[in-house]
């Protein structure tokens, strides 16, 4: 992989291509396998998340104004994805109309990253202003301040998870690398960095995705699960936050939960990283347990990379190797462009679809863009920016 050539050849303008929507404002996410659009109903994500996209590219890989333009039609799309109170729809319809509003604060989190990129790209004012308005939200949603619904009744089992923090630590890290923002957020990345280390979901044997509010393991199907994806892209964010701020101890625990994680991860009979797994060896509770998602491996490559070149360790780099060897052979679409999103156990493509709400542009250009910077800084400073 050629990682700016590929972003700037193939993975952005298969989405400028025809998802941009420039009557009704914003980014459709459901295409078929040629880029077609094949569904207009809107991912709220994916507003923050395309936004945040684009502006970086054209922050850090190339001034292309076709990316500031696309940013700048989807930030303006922003205020028909937000209700009344502040908070984001989860899905809308193409020009805007609520269908979803969920108890899950990340499109805040991802209109915030999305305007603070914007941002910087342009230096208006009420871009920023916006930023730390979702952001705000969020926070506002993850501390308690604003009152949610629980997913599992407390009474019965007061549980927490681990998807929240590290998602608001990634958002924090953008918010921070904003000039002039830096105090503000970095006291949020430290107070999430402690949560995640001292929570309860760090054990000897995995970063757990749900522990009791006292962080006590919870031993049922779902406590006993392990999203590798999410583990090792935690790994990453925690890396990066300790080669920022200079926390040893926060690298050397990053390089564990990889350590720990791989293993549990990878298919030793078919190659890639599954999407689940009982840390007890127990059946799964989900069923789409085995297979092949397009984001795990992603963020499986940064944090083996960023291990490689922190610690010099050829170990990380074999692994590293072998899962961009695996994504070029199974998950490349060099027919049509971009990656396919799913594939069976056996990489076997189960759908072609190329985007849909949860699938976008995201993962896999944020791949590309991390990896270009590594590429050309031999770190992970210069995307921290």
């Known amino acids: 992989m050629n990682y700016r050539k590929d972003l700037v050849k193939n993975i952005l303008p298969f989405w400028l291509k025809t998802s941009i929507d420039y009557e009704n404002g914003g980014i459709y996410t459901c295409l078929d396998r040629e880029g077609n659009v094949s569904g207009t109903d809107k991912s709220v994500w994916f507003q923050g998340r395309a936004l945040w996209v684009f502006s970086k590219a054209y922050n850090v890989i190339d001034k292309n104004p076709e990316y500031l333009k696309a940013a700048k039609n989807i930030y303006n799309f922003l205020p028909k994805c937000t209700d009344t109170d502040g908070r984001m729809f989860f899905t809308v319809t193409a020009d805007g109309r609520e269908l979803q509003k969920r108890r899950y604060y990340f499109s805040e989190t991802f209109a915030a990253i999305g305007c603070a990129e914007l941002y910087k790209a342009t230096g208006d004012k009420a871009v920023l202003e916006s930023a730390e308005k979702y952001f705000t939200v969020a926070y506002e949603c993850f501390t308690g301040v604003r009152k949610n619904q629980p997913k599992i009744n407390p009474d019965n089992v007061d549980a927490k998870a681990l998807s929240p923090v590290m998602i608001m630590l990634a958002t924090a890290q953008v918010m921070r690398s904003v000039d002039g923002l830096w105090d503000k957020y970095n006291k949020i990345c430290g107070e999430c960095l402690d949560e995640i280390l001292n929570g309860g979901y760090l054990t000897e044997r995995a970063l757990l995705e749900s522990v009791t509010k006292k962080g006590e393991f919870i031993n049922s199907p779902n406590g006993r699960i392990v999203n590798p994806g999410h583990s090792l892209e935690a790994a990453w964010f925690i890396m990066a936050e300790g080669i920022v701020t200079g926390n040893e101890k926060a690298i050397e625990i990053a390089k564990n939960i990889i350590d720990i994680t791989y293993p549990l991860g990878w298919d030793k009979d078919h190659g890639g990283i599954i999407a689940f797994t009982d840390l007890e060896g127990k059946p799964p509770v989900q069923l789409e347990w085995d297979m092949k998602l397009w984001w795990p491996q992603c963020e499986a490559m940064i944090a083996t990379r960023l291990a490689y070149l922190h610690f010099k360790d050829e170990k990380y ?41 949860f699938k976008g542009p995201f993962h896999i250009p944020r791949l590309y863009i991390i990896m270009a910077s590594m590429d050309e800084t031999n770190g992970i400073t210069e995307y921290m920016k």
Not at 322 to 351: I, M, P, Q, R
């Open 317 to 357: 780099n074999n692994l590293y190797l072998e899962l961009k060897d695996y994504c070029e052979k199974y998950f490349v679409d060099a027919e049509c462009g971009e990656w396919y999103g799913y594939l069976h156990y056996d990489n076997t493509v189960s759908n072609t679809l190329k985007g849909n709400i």
